[in-house]
């Protein structure tokens, strides 16, 4: 089976790695609009070659690993693809994409959500065993073909990725709490941090926590901004959330109800029993 690569950075570089080391296709070939991308690509070994729009269409599958506004853009160039390709979508929203895929491609389409990824970008991002023993989620597939979802689950269960179905609309609700939120909590942590008059003395004390928190704030403005306004309703519901929470947590502290506050931290400490 030959493998068309969207996007030669670290979802799909990586993924491409995981392709070969399983022995799951006969060719890897990518496709990737900046050519230092392509050049980097192709050192690194993780494609075999570079290919234009049409060689690409020729593959067997094609994944799709580029930002989310790029990808809804893609598709309608898909549209004339043999039935027996499989496309996916690696991108981080669902709903928006599926409602704007071409009729043309619904049969042979899995919208797929890796939960998995770092904040580094570019194809020297891309490492061994990203997606190994990390969860998938695979959204509305009521209209696949049996040889599209089976070739796709094949390929997700090989190398060792829990599976988990769900519709886009409560995908989306769901990535938004689990990621897109932290994703926001963290540019505006260091956001705040980088308005401080001192903020190199201010990063001079930091320790586990605030790295931790602030790590993912490295990652891509472009890419976020659109995932942001993918996800636009969602995204605000959550903030609204989280801003109760702070809110309660700060009249707390001028309060100096301190019993009550360590009562609210004590609920946030058994998320980790079911994580």
């Known amino acids: 089976m030959t493998v068309g690569i969207v996007g030669l950075g670290l979802m799909g570089g990586s993924f491409a790695k995981a392709l070969k080391k399983y022995n799951l296709v006969s060719e890897i070939v990518g ?42 853009e893609f598709n309608m160039k898909l549209k004339d693809l043999p039935k027996s390709t499989t496309v996916i ?9 599926v409602e704007q895929l071409p009729k043309e491609l619904k049969s042979q389409y899995i919208p797929a959500h890796p939960m998995t990824g770092t904040e580094k970008f570019g194809p020297s991002a891309a490492v061994d065993n990203l997606y190994e023993n990390k969860t998938i989620v695979l959204c509305d597939l009521q209209h696949v073909d049996e040889l599209h979802k089976n070739r796709v689950i094949n390929i997700f269960e090989t190398i060792g990725m829990k599976i988990v179905y769900m519709d886009s609309s409560n995908h989306d609700v769901h990535a938004c709490f689990m990621s897109h939120l932290p994703h926001a909590i963290s540019f505006s942590l260091a956001t705040t941090v980088m308005s401080h008059e001192d903020p190199n003395s201010i990063v001079a004390l930091a320790a586990g926590g605030f790295k931790d928190m602030s790590r993912v704030a490295k990652s891509s403005p472009h890419m976020w901004s659109d995932i942001f306004r993918q996800n636009r309703k969602n995204l605000l519901h959550s903030i609204d959330l989280f801003q109760s929470q702070m809110d309660y947590a700060k009249k707390l502290i001028e309060d100096e109800d301190y019993e009550k506050l360590a009562s609210w931290m004590q609920k946030a400490n058994t998320l980790h029993d079911i994580l």
């Open 31 to 72: 496709y990737d609009h900046n050519e230092e991308h392509q050049k980097e690509a192709l050192t690194l070994g993780f494609v075999d070659k570079i290919v234009d729009l049409e060689d690409l269409k020729k593959s067997d599958m094609i994944v799709l690993t580029i930002p989310v506004d790029a990808i809804i």
């Open 89 to 97: 979508d690696f991108g981080s929203t669902k709903q928006m994409i």
